[in-house]
């Protein structure tokens, strides 16, 4: 099979000034594609700016022949997204790939953690997704193509200790691409999720030098761009570190029918072995194929 190319493809890559976001971004550009390299410059808790760090990722792509621009917008100001996207169209006049990687951490435990900084990190993880989205959507529908790559955790998908904010971004993400992917089937569009595990700035603190040496942000790369590509699935969740790749879904569980007469707490109670019973399970795969499932069920079908 042929390699995965990107040639005359346009890409905005956000958070790419280090670890995971400018190794995708690299990878981009040497594969073909012109780049956008946004970045705030930021510490690791979102305080300062600085464009220093998307400018030398721009000059790593240069230096290999590549093309790509800088950025130096917040993910989560109108303005700055507005801006990012127009310098992609004012300079290739098209935009085919939005890959959402900025992020902060705030991490505490609930009870001691500011209103604040919670309302701080799910506005720079959801909205700071969902804003470059819906800035280059209509492009993407015009052209009838685009590929878009969300950035989740299993924070979210299964918690973490001391990340309710974190985590509470993470899963509303997916709750985004799993209607988004169905809005954007019928012009080409085509959005997953990366659920990374890699040695970053934002991990630096939580596992000891040997374990990080085999988390390489580069060892995620492959499976974003991929999702990426013309070729990628939509919906998908894809875990990936160390080298190792897995699918991450959602089941329900067969589950059982207890009518509508004299329904009780207490049925519920005492049929709940039977409710959360495996077998049978299934795995969500579109909008309203579990929940018609469900409903065939109650209309004995």
């Known amino acids: 099979m ?14 790419a000034g280090g670890g995971l976001g400018r190794q995708h971004a690299l990878e981009l550009a040497r594969r073909g594609a012109k780049v956008v390299v946004n970045d705030l410059g930021g510490s690791v808790d979102g305080s300062g700016g600085s464009s220093a760090a998307a400018d030398a990722v721009v000059a790593e792509i240069k230096a290999f022949g590549g093309e790509a621009i800088s950025n130096g917008s917040s993910v989560t100001d109108d303005a700055g997204v507005a801006l990012m996207v127009k310098q992609a169209m004012d300079t290739w006049g098209r935009i085919d790939i939005l890959i959402a990687n900025a992020g902060i951490l705030r991490d505490k435990s609930f009870s001691k953690m ?16 969902v804003k470059p989205v819906k800035a280059v959507w209509e492009i993407m529908r015009e052209q009838n193509y685009g ?35 169905l809005e954007g089937q019928k012009n080409n569009i085509h959005i997953n999720a990366i659920s990374p595990v890699a040695a970053t700035r934002m991990t630096e603190n939580l596992m000891p030098a040997p374990v990080l040496e085999k988390l390489k942000p580069e ?19 894809l875990t990936a570190g160390a080298g190792a790749f897995a699918l991450s879904r959602i089941y329900e569980t067969e589950g059982v029918y207890l009518g509508e007469g004299g329904l009780s707490v207490e049925e519920v109670r005492d049929n709940w072995s039977k409710i959360a019973d495996p077998e049978g399970q299934q795995a969500y795969v579109n909008g309203g194929e579990q929940s018609g499932k469900f409903f065939r069920k109650l209309q004995g079908g």
């Open 2 to 15: 042929a390699d995965i190319r990107f040639d005359g493809k346009v890409a905005i890559v956000t958070g």
């Open 114 to 129: 500011e209103l604040s900084d919670f309302e701080l990190v799910v506005n720079v993880h959801l909205m700071g997704t």
């Open 147 to 181: 590929r878009i790559v969300v950035t989740t955790s299993s924070s979210g998908m299964y918690g973490n200790f001391g990340q309710s904010n974190y985590g509470a971004a993470k899963l509303g993400i997916i709750g985004f691409m799993n209607t988004i992917k």
């Open 219 to 237: 060892y995620v790369t492959p499976g974003v761009v991929y999702l990426a590509s013309e070729e990628a699935p939509t919906g998908a969740i």
